[in-house]
T-cell receptor, first 112, second 113 residues
Framework: GENVEQHPSTLSVQEGDSAVIKCTYS??????FPWYKQELGKRPQLIID?????GEKKDQRIAVTLNKTAKHFSLHITETQPEDSAVYFC???????????FGSGTQLTVLP | DVKVTQSSRYLVKRTGEKVFLECVQD?????MFWYRQDPGLGLRLIYF???????EKGDIPEGYSVSREKKERFSLILESASTNQTSMYLC????????????FGQGTRLTVV
């Protein structure tokens, strides 16, 4: 089955700086890579996703890049704000496997 | 507004008790999942189901079973609760095609004493 590794496990940045979280996956059949944000005490919610036919996707301050050859994808947050503080999870799925495999999560702290 | 609802937010049970965690979704999704969330370990898949009465083991199924008698409801069962099953449990649902947004329940914080 799919194996997703996520780094770093914790990340602290100053407000206004950029944050990058990286994930690798093992199954070459995976074609959909979502990122979820979980604020303290709340449920995970999708913030951005990318499909394997695209190399990069951007939505305001967040962007995701995908390198299919190397089997890794990354989340980029620019101009970080205190409300970006949360746990971020990457995930990978091939759809046909009907499974959604998550990385171990990154606790992002944005320091004011 | 799509909804995945878990029956309890907090639950305290005794060692050896049989525990039922219920999850209901109103989106007519085929796929439903149970995850366990522990600090530093992320979301670990316990079981998932892609159809009524169908179930598949995830990465950590030991000590758990599931039931899916109706499409909208997916139950997680702890046959004999143990203290190492103290955790946050999250239910999720996903449409048939799989490669799209998953929706999560609010989580059940289970404490086994």
């Amino acid at each position: 089955g799919e194996n997703v590794e996520q780094h770093p496990s914790t990340l602290s940045v100053q407000e206004g700086d950029s944050a990058v979280i990286k994930c690798t996956y093992s199954d070459s059949a995976s074609n959909y890579f979502p990122w979820y944000k979980q604020e303290l005490g709340k449920r995970p919610q999708l913030i951005i996703d990318i499909r394997s036919n695209v190399g990069e996707k951007k939505d305001q301050r967040i962007a995701v890049t995908l390198n299919k050859t190397a089997k890794h994808f990354s989340l980029h947050i620019t101009e970080t704000q205190p409300e970006d503080s949360a746990v971020y999870f990457c995930a990978a799925t091939s759809g046909s496997a009907r499974q959604l495999t998550f990385g171990s999560g990154t606790q992002l702290t944005v320091l004011p | 507004d799509v909804k995945v609802t878990q029956s309890s937010r907090y639950l305290v049970k005794r060692t050896g008790e049989k525990v039922f965690l219920e999850c209901v979704q109103d989106m007519d999704h085929e796929n439903m999942f149970w995850y366990r969330q522990d600090p530093g370990l992320g979301l670990r898949l316990i079981y998932f189901s892609y159809d009524v009465k169908m179930k598949e083991k995830g990465d950590i199924p030991e000590g758990y079973s599931v039931s899916r008698e109706k499409k909208e409801r997916f139950s997680l069962i702890l046959e004999s609760a143990s203290t190492n099953q103290t955790s946050m449990y999250l239910c999720a649902s996903l449409p048939f095609q799989g490669n799209t947004e998953a929706f999560f329940g609010q989580g059940t914080r289970l404490t086994v004493v």
